[in-house]
């Protein structure tokens, strides 16, 4: 059982906007604004797509956007493309017991 | 570029010892922490622990305390897995990724190591 909680699936077509929601609690998400999303792409690495919440790094399109709002991130994807078809997982600090904890990951269906 | 290159995979039995590698370029390699993730067949990611090779300070997921060991050889800019005695359900593809530090999900990863592990 993961830590942070996904839903399983999200779908949507091109061009529209879809949200993910990852869920976690007063200890994770709530507490730290170190919340970080991932993309991986079948039987390959996963790609940061936002760090500290919020943040894209370079390279990443501005289609990608994350918040949060109490024990729970979100991260946006607007303006669908195929490509962005993957499986998506958000990671959070947890303290200096657990450390970092993933999410159990959202399959991403473009339409 | 930044590169972490991992060794290749691994066909190993129930029982036997194991350790994999994880060789970081293009970056200074002391000045961030390298960490390791667990990627079971279809299932998700787990995060087992994390090393900084400028003086092996190392942090383990409670998962993953005592079940593995992580190290770093700073000299040659390259982190390690170890297992001492495999199981069968040690069979995943394991990921190193660079991290800023212990509280921050990786930035760079690896392309992982498939680990087998059957009799």
């Known amino acids: 059982q993961s830590a942070l909680t996904q839903p399983r699936s999200v779908s949507g077509s091109p061009g529209q906007s879809v949200t993910i929601s990852c869920t976690g609690t007063?200890?994770?998400?709530?507490?730290?604004?170190?919340v970080s999303w991932y993309q991986q792409h079948p039987g390959k690495a996963p790609k940061l797509m936002i760090y500290?919440?919020?943040k894209r790094p370079s390279g990443v399109p501005d289609r990608f956007s994350g918040s949060k709002s109490g024990n729970t991130a979100s991260l946006t994807i607007s303006g669908l493309q195929a490509e962005d078809e993957a499986d998506y997982y958000c990671?959070?600090?947890?303290?200096?017991?657990?450390?970092?904890?993933f999410g159990g990951g959202t399959k991403l269906t473009v339409l | 570029e930044v590169q972490l290159v991992q060794s290749g995979a691994e066909v190993r039995k129930p029982g036997e010892s194991l350790k994999i590698s994880c060789k970081g370029s293009?970056?200074?390699?002391?000045?961030?922490?390298i960490g390791w993730v667990r990627q079971m067949p279809g299932k998700d990611l787990e995060w087992m622990g994390i090393?900084?090779?400028?003086?092996?300070?190392?942090r383990y997921s409670p998962s993953f305390q005592g079940q593995v060991t992580i190290s770093a050889d700073k000299s040659i800019s390259t982190a390690y897995l170890q297992w001492s005695s495999l199981k069968a359900s040690d069979s995943a593809i394991y990921y190193c990724?660079?991290?800023?530090?212990?509280?921050?999900?990786?930035?760079?990863w690896g392309p992982g190591t498939l680990v087998t592990v059957s009799s």
């Open positions: 990724a660079r991290s800023g530090g212990f509280t921050y999900g990786p930035d760079y």
């Open positions: 293009g970056y200074t390699f002391t000045s961030y922490w």
């Open positions: 090393i900084y090779p400028t003086d092996s300070d190392t």
């Open positions: 007063s200890s994770d998400v709530g507490r730290y604004n170190y």
């Open positions: 500290d919440v919020s």
């Open positions: 990671c959070s600090y947890a303290g200096s017991y657990t450390y970092v904890i």
